[in-house]
């Protein structure tokens, strides 16, 4: 009988064979969100068992990744913990002792053939699948006499052990989200569990014997290894492990935004959004791919929006903070079917975050990227900065948006925007402009709402009009007729910067004859 009050232990179980996509990031955070709500433990498991696809630091970038996110491990390569090691690559003798175990048991056998054998068997036989209807055709310790057997393996051949799948059984698979699938174990075929030539197990054997060391309670992945599952049954039997199973849940595809199939990266590149949490350096193309955070995204924007791909609170809250999802979710909840990569919505989630953060971290997150324009921050005041942004930050998606709309703060205009002086930059305005510095430079002090008043009066008094003299400040203070309300650019810029620009811009705009 299953133990349905055990403690929860969820593993998150990455392979590193590149950056963690964000479908991956999403199953990461389901797992967090669950383990959360149920005071379990969130492993992290490196699976690496595929020497062959191994890439130089993608380990490094999956726990940058999930720590950005505010994904935190309990029991990982990096934290440790009492089951591990947590990577596969060090766990050998482990595996080996098990795959010893199945062959004890006659549940697994040792298969010679080399692959150019295996190629003229595909020729050979439609449909070729290594299982009960051809295994004794082939070059394996269910063929060969014992002693061949440990001829060849002593003599350094190159073998693998392969699983004995029965025929004719219905092979159950529960899936909390999909409910009871059977399929027929004829269907299967005898996968390798383990290669001798890198000493490395397969996939299959690792992960199901990982999970069970590691006394997991419920595997949550992709819907991509649905297919793995009836296989995973009939090891968990194999072993005699079935009433420590762990519970399944198989979460459906992320899909493209628009039209049918599952999200790919060339989705992100034509439609211009990332499919990666962090930028990628591709160690072997020295491709960059980018990533949410170095696209100006708040990590609380993109877990609340990939929360939503696939749950929903059961009422139609949106903004929810990590606490919030976990104590709300549920896989009641949860779709069975493909959740369409809204990207314009993670839009809307950042922007919505991005209105409810200090004006103080907004600043430090913009600085560098003002910086990397070639602008010295240092000259400015941490108050200064915050001000600036925070006068702009309602008309931004992405922090990298407040250097096209808070730029103008950090530099004075070098050039005027050729379509506002034809429009808003007369003959009389360099006259106009003059007073408007005197204007400026008799008040008692600069700020907003003193100026204001100041300015709209001497305006009203001398009979001026106001779209031009504003305008023109405006073009002459910014560069162009943009921004933010005129006197809250003078108030944070102040009295020195705003007449240096007026005066800069009376010299520098030369009206076309
Ligand atoms: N290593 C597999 C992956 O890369 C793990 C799949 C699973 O969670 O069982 O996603």
Redesign the pocket.
């Known amino acids: 009988m299953k133990d349905l009050n055990r403690p929860v232990r969820v ?5 590193p ?1 590149g950056p963690l996509h964000i479908g ?1 990031v999403r ?1 990461a955070l389901y797992n967090y969100l669950f383990a959360r709500q149920h005071g379990g433990t969130m492993i992290l498991r490196i ?1 690496d068992t595929d020497s062959r696809r191994f890439v130089p630091g993608a380990e490094d970038y999956i726990n940058e990744a999930l720590a950005w996110l505010g994904i935190h491990i309990d029991e990982g390569v990096r934290e440790g913990g009492p089951f591990g090691p947590y990577k596969q690559s060090e766990r050998r003798d482990i595996y080996r002792q098990h795959v010893d175990m199945l062959l004890q048991r006659d549940r697994a056998y040792i298969a010679f053939d080399t692959p150019e054998e295996l190629e003229a068997m595909r020729a050979k036989v439609a449909n070729f699948q290594y299982d009960a209807s051809t295994r004794l055709q082939m070059r394996n310790s269910l063929t060969l006499p014992a002693e061949e057997v440990k001829a060849l393996i002593d003599g350094g051949t190159p073998y693998v052990v392969r699983f004995k799948v029965e025929p004719g059984r219905d092979v159950e698979v529960d899936d909390l989200l999909r409910g009871k699938v059977v399929i027929k174990s004829d269907i299967l075929d005898d996968k390798v569990l383990y290669k001798s030539s890198d000493d490395l197990p397969t ?1 299959h054997l690792a ?1 199901i014997v990982d999970d069970h060391l590691m006394e997991v309670s419920h ?1 949550i ?2 819907e991509e ?1 649905l297919p ?1 599952a009836p296989l995973h049954v009939l090891l968990y039997e194999a072993f005699g492990w079935q009433d420590t199973a762990p519970e399944f849940v198989h979460l459906p595809l992320l899909l493209k935004p628009d039209g049918k199939g599952k999200l790919s990266k060339r989705d992100g590149d034509r439609l211009g959004f990332p499919v990666f949490p962090l930028e990628w350096h591709d160690p072997f193309s020295g491709e960059i791919s980018s990533g949410y955070r170095e696209s100006g995204y708040l990590p609380e924007a993109v877990v609340n929006f990939l929360a939503l791909l696939g749950w929903n609170p059961g009422d139609d809250t949106e903004v929810m903070s990590m606490d919030q999802l976990i104590a709300k979710f549920s896989f009641e909840h949860c779709s069975r079917s493909g959740a369409k990569f809204a990207f314009e919505k993670g839009k809307w989630f950042n922007h919505t975050y991005l209105q409810e953060i200090s004006n103080e971290r907004l600043a430090e997150l913009f600085t560098p990227l003002m910086a990397a324009t070639g602008v010295d921050m240092a000259q400015f005041t941490p108050e200064y900065v915050a001000k600036a942004v925070g006068s702009v930050k309602s008309r931004i998606n992405f922090v990298r948006d407040l250097v096209d709309q808070a730029g103008f703060y950090f530099r004075a205009p070098e050039a005027y925007s050729e379509k506002d002086v034809r429009k808003r930059w007369s003959a009389d305005t360099p006259a106009l402009m003059e007073q408007l510095i005197a204007v400026l430079e008799a008040l008692p002090n600069f700020d907003a709402a003193v100026a204001e008043p100041a300015v709209m009066e001497w305006i009203k008094s001398n009979g001026l009009h106001m779209g031009n003299v504003m305008n023109a400040f405006r073009l002459a203070v910014v560069g162009e007729c943009k921004g933010p309300h005129m006197f809250e650019i003078t108030d944070i810029i102040g009295r020195d910067a705003t007449i240096a620009r007026i005066r800069a811009a009376i010299e520098r705009i030369h009206l076309d004859a």
């Open positions: 593993r998150f179980a990455p392979s064979t991956g199953t699976e996939y992960n595997v992945r992709g290894w793995s």
